[in-house]
């Protein structure tokens, strides 16, 4: 799996279908942006599938902080492409112990 993981990251293209998916199925109203109410749909619906608590305000303005880089208020394809690679890294990492 690991190795998969690390073929998404070395294909651009690759990537940019992974990327594309989460980003469609974040971007409920297909703008192009994820708003702040789409982060904190989708980190409300995490945390209930990990039964713990919901996020706080504070936990999405932060998430919100970090990945909008540009400081418009929304996050685009490529503000969120930095957090799905992050996550894959994070992955392979915790596979390979």
Not at 12 to 18: A, D, I, S
Not at 20 to 37: C, L, M, P, Y
Not at 41 to 62: F, Y
Not at 75 to 95: C, G, P, R, T, Y
């Amino acid at each position: 799996m690991s190795a998969t993981l690390k073929q998404i990251l070395a294909s651009e293209e690759k990537l940019n279908e992974v990327v594309r998916a989460a980003f469609d199925s974040v971007n409920t109203d297909k703008s192009g942006e994820i708003t702040h109410s789409q982060i904190e749909a989708v980190m409300t619906q995490v945390s209930k599938d990990l039964g713990t608590q919901p996020p706080s305000a504070n936990d999405v303005n932060e998430v919100i902080k970090h990945l909008d880089t540009n400081k418009d208020g929304v996050i685009s394809f490529d503000e969120f492409k930095v957090l799905i690679k992050d996550v894959l890294n994070a992955m392979i990492k915790q596979m390979e112990g």
